[in-house]
């Protein structure tokens, strides 16, 4: 039997730069497969039916979230955003490593869910990126400080909940701890101990034994 | 304060390959520091005092033992063998990561007195090796084969006490994922967490701020 494949979930704050990431680690890796997600969107200029993303009607994605289609789904921005399981799960089952692209939250329903998942969390080389959003308006004031704070504290609990927290710093590093994590993870003795049994089973006087 | 070192400790059966893979993996870190034992049996030609081994008499070895002077020792085959726990110490405290090749009975005793270090377990890729030290003196008989196995059940059983489990097949393969093992256990959250602290402490509005 195929040994079953792993899923990868990369997640952080907007700015962090997962997505470049991910595209990044699926050049280093061809056999990972990125599940497509399905949005209520309208499709932006280039983008892709299929291949970017699944874009649904509400009416047709809040029909399927009801009868249990999405590993993960949430309404970001008035739009909705799902991860469908069928996918994930055929590709896990034919032994094939997985990788979603998801919000905080989203990473955290994927694993109550899959509680073998591996979330890894991308982190800003600076506040700068946040704190331009934040204080966009004017110089900053007490209350946009005091926001920034909060912000930067909500990182600080969410990464928490995550495996991993890699600094994306240099694209470049940062690919290749991300490729790193993926090659160490499938060497972690929860996921190993079928080699040994492969070893006693197949050893070297099999063919007198049996 | 510079982070703190990490400490990887190499085991598995012997014929498993661990002090090649030990030699291969400084070679692709040369900031990681190798620990040298010290021991009690004589030098093989070539062997170095200080470099491949401390060369000691027992009592110096015993006495030294008796005031904790190592990490771990153990009896093996009539000679002693010890970790200094100074060297290992104080290479951790100036953040430097520390490599120790062990046996599986050392390595477990690291394990107890330093609950962070890193266990990697090197498995060889066939039990020949082991089977051919069994079954040496002529063709296998009902009572070898049975200590075979039990001697591949305790592989199992020690294996299980590990943090990763690498399959020494192909060397450089092997090198390869022992590399990444050392930089994704660099980025676990447990460890990361004061990225973040950084992150808040030096927002970019420091100046003003303080």
Redesign the interface.
């Known amino acids: 039997m195929p040994r079953k494949g792993l899923l990868f979930v990369v997640s952080g704050p907007s700015g962090a730069g997962k997505g470049t990431l991910c595209q990044d680690l699926l050049r280093r890796r061809p056999g990972l497969r990125f599940s497509v997600s399905v949005t209520t969107r309208s499709p932006r200029v280039g983008e892709v039916d299929g291949v970017h993303y699944f874009f649904w009607s509400r009416e047709r994605f809040l029909e399927a979230a009801g009868r249990g289609y999405f590993l993960e789904w949430a309404e970001v921005y008035g739009n909705y955003y799902g991860t469908p399981v069928a996918e994930v799960e055929s590709a896990l089952e034919a032994g094939s490593d997985v990788l979603l692209d998801l919000d905080i939250r989203g990473a955290r329903q994927v694993k109550e869910k899959v509680p073998d998942a591996v979330l890894i969390?991308i982190?800003?080389p600076?506040?700068?990126a946040l704190?331009e959003r934040i204080s966009r308006r004017g110089t900053?004031t007490e209350q946009e400080?005091r926001l920034?704070?909060e912000a930067?504290?909500g990182?600080?609990k969410a990464?928490?909940d995550?495996?991993?927290?890699?600094?994306n710093d240099i694209l470049e590093e940062a690919g290749?701890?991300l490729?790193?994590?993926i090659?160490?993870?499938r060497?972690?003795?929860s996921r190993?101990?079928h080699?040994?049994?492969e070893?006693?089973r197949?050893?070297?006087?099999r063919g007198?034994?049996e």
Chains 1, 2 share one sequence.
């Open positions: 969390f982190l800003p600076s506040l700068e704190h900053e400080r920034r704070l930067a504290s990182f600080l990464a928490r995550f495996d991993y927290i890699v600094l290749r701890v490729d790193a994590i090659t160490a993870e060497c972690r003795t190993q101990l080699l040994i049994d070893l006693i197949t050893g070297p006087s007198k034994e």
